[in-house]
């Protein structure tokens, strides 16, 4: 626009006055895509204060049925030391024998915990287990979409435990189950670069006892006041050897991320995204808008986080977002701002709906053929039209069909 004008016009802070004339423009706040890095820094969790205070714990699942009938391990993994326990389980454990578990198995042993980092898994946000863990006094801490940084100590565990699986079973054959104790005996014994140690050697202030260390410790080094100084020096040492790795691991993740910072009572567009339940196969056409609103921030939720003021339609929608969800609304006296008509689910996205079949092809591939159908789709008063896989849509919007397609047909399929 500026360099349409400079040819015949000109005014002082003319190249200023259009860029804010264009950045105000409702339609252009609504659709544009952002050309920047996400938003907001990353939060590093806190480094705990003493073992096995805060842990994590997650299922590994999916595994073949062994003899004694398990198909799942639950890794329970300390924050500080990075001692695990990795228990067998079966996946269709009611959440009583789960809780008898947890506590003949983890209580038993370490005591309750002040915390628990898990992902989302229904057993874990089931009402039992959470009611279960406020009796005890322990908080639940769920990972989400934006914070997968939260549950990383349990998945990096979950990958050494099925490498360490896999080389067992392939090596000496056999159940994986018979080999569990060996790998978390194997795991606990394993150096850790974050820590500068083993987690046995961190959990109990002494190198374990192996055929490669048959050191016979003396009577000196395990009474009296000395042994608690070693310890209390040894998870000192932990902390800053954990708080360095945090430091670090943040340094170089907010390299790719901006700070940016809302007030309460500014408004904000909120992004949305559309949904199908059909594998893509080809370019969907981008006609709907990529933010909605503006809404008024209430609240600030942590850092990195706030809270809406959402109309009665997205009631439904928890109303606290994370800020690379977020554009900041640039106002406008000349702004009309009317209501959105999209249904939104509570994750923030919104379904679109097949009208009709309208052609058909078959796409060549080096060893198979796909079958391919044109799909057009109906979103908020908008039609386009998109090539899906038969199949897919078949599974999906069986009323489409009711038998063999054929290329040309312009409207539901019949017989």
Same mark, same amino acid.
């Given at each position: 626009?500026?360099?349409?004008?400079?040819?015949?016009?000109?005014?002082?802070?003319?190249? /200023?006055?259009?860029?804010? %004339?264009?950045?105000?423009?409702?339609?252009?706040?609504?659709?544009?895509?952002? +050309?920047?890095?996400?938003?907001?820094?990353?939060?590093?969790?806190?480094?705990?204060?003493?073992?096995?205070?805060?842990?994590?714990?997650?299922?590994?699942?999916?595994?073949?049925?062994?003899?004694?009938?398990?198909?799942?391990?639950?890794?329970?993994?300390? @924050?500080?030391? $990075?001692?695990? +326990?990795?228990?067998?389980?079966? #996946?269709?454990?009611?959440?009583?024998?789960?809780?008898?578990?947890?506590?003949?198995?983890?209580?038993?042993? !370490?005591?309750?915990?002040?915390?628990?980092?898990?992902?989302?898994?229904?057993?874990?946000? *089931?009402?039992?287990?959470?009611?279960? =863990?406020?009796?005890?006094?322990?908080?639940?801490? %769920?990972? #989400?979409?934006?914070?997968?940084?939260?549950?990383? =100590? *349990?998945?990096?565990?979950? =990958?050494?435990?099925?490498?360490?699986?896999?080389?067992?079973?392939?090596?000496?054959?056999?159940?994986?189950? @018979?080999?569990?104790?060996?790998?978390?005996?194997?795991?606990?014994?394993?150096? =850790?670069?974050?820590?500068?140690?083993?987690?046995?050697?961190?959990?109990?202030?002494?190198?374990?006892? #192996?055929?490669?260390?048959?050191?016979?410790?003396?009577?000196?080094?395990?009474?009296?006041?000395?042994?608690?100084? $070693?310890?209390?020096?040894?998870?000192?040492?932990?902390?800053?050897?954990?708080?360095?790795?945090?430091?670090?691991?943040?340094?170089?993740?907010?390299?790719?991320?901006?700070?940016?910072?809302?007030?309460?009572?500014?408004?904000?567009?909120?992004?949305?995204?559309?949904?199908?339940?059909?594998? /893509? %196969?080809?370019?969907?056409? $981008?006609?709907?808008?990529?933010?909605?609103?503006?809404?008024?921030?209430?609240?600030?939720?942590?850092?990195?986080?706030?809270?809406?003021?959402?109309?009665?339609?997205?009631?439904?929608?928890?109303?606290? %977002?994370?800020?690379?969800?977020?554009?900041?609304?640039?106002?406008?006296?000349? !702004?009309?701002? *009317?209501?959105?008509?999209?249904?939104? @689910?509570?994750?923030?996205?919104?379904?679109?709906?097949?009208?009709?079949?309208?052609?058909?092809?078959?796409?060549?591939? /080096?060893?198979?053929?796909?079958?391919?159908?044109?799909?057009?789709?109906?979103?908020?008063?908008?039609?386009?039209?998109?090539?899906?896989?038969?199949?897919?849509?078949?599974?999906?919007?069986?009323?489409?069909?009711?038998?063999?397609?054929?290329?040309?047909? *312009?409207?539901?399929?019949?017989?």
């Amino acid at each position: 626009m500026y360099n349409d004008l400079k040819k015949m016009y000109w005014w002082n802070g003319m190249k /200023r006055d259009i860029s804010e %004339f264009v950045s105000k423009c409702l339609i252009c706040q609504q659709v544009k895509a952002e +050309h920047q890095v996400p938003s907001g820094l990353l939060q590093p969790i806190m480094v705990p204060e003493w073992k096995w205070d805060r842990i994590t714990m997650d299922f590994v699942s999916g595994l073949p049925l062994t003899p004694g009938k398990k198909d799942a391990i639950w890794v329970i993994v300390d @924050r500080l030391t $990075k001692s695990a +326990h990795f228990i067998p389980v079966r #996946t269709n454990y009611s959440l009583n024998k789960l809780a008898e578990l947890y506590i003949k198995e983890i209580v038993r042993l !370490h005591g309750i915990p002040l915390s628990i980092i898990s992902d989302r898994d229904p057993r874990f946000t *089931s009402r039992f287990w959470q009611k279960l =863990q406020d009796a005890l006094g322990t908080k639940l801490n %769920f990972s #989400t979409a934006f914070h997968p940084q939260t549950d990383g =100590q *349990s998945e990096r565990v979950i =990958q050494i435990l099925e490498d360490m699986l896999r080389c067992c079973v392939l090596e000496f054959q056999g159940s994986w189950e @018979r080999y569990l104790p060996l790998v978390e005996f194997a795991y606990n014994n394993s150096y =850790q670069t974050s820590l500068k140690m083993a987690p046995y050697e961190a959990l109990y202030g002494r190198k374990c006892r #192996t055929p490669l260390y048959w050191t016979e410790l003396k009577e000196n080094q395990i009474y009296g006041v000395d042994l608690i100084k $070693k310890t209390e020096e040894k998870v000192k040492i932990i902390r800053d050897c954990l708080k360095a790795a945090s430091d670090r691991q943040k340094s170089y993740a907010d390299l790719k991320q901006k700070d940016i910072e809302f007030q309460v009572g500014d408004k904000v567009f909120l992004k949305v995204s559309p949904w199908k339940k059909v594998l /893509r %196969f080809g370019r969907k056409g $981008k006609l709907s808008p990529r933010f909605i609103g503006p809404y008024e921030i209430i609240e600030k939720v942590g850092p990195v986080a706030y809270r809406l003021a959402l109309p009665p339609e997205l009631e439904k929608i928890h109303d606290v %977002f994370h800020v690379s969800m977020l554009r900041r609304y640039r106002s406008d006296p000349s !702004h009309i701002i *009317s209501p959105t008509e999209i249904e939104l @689910r509570p994750d923030m996205t919104y379904e679109e709906e097949p009208i009709k079949i309208l052609a058909r092809e078959v796409k060549q591939l /080096r060893n198979k053929s796909v079958a391919l159908v044109k799909v057009l789709w109906q979103k908020h008063g908008v039609e386009e039209t998109t090539w899906e896989t038969e199949e897919t849509m078949r599974n999906q919007y069986p009323h489409l069909f009711t038998g063999k397609i054929f290329e040309g047909e *312009s409207c539901n399929i019949l017989n």
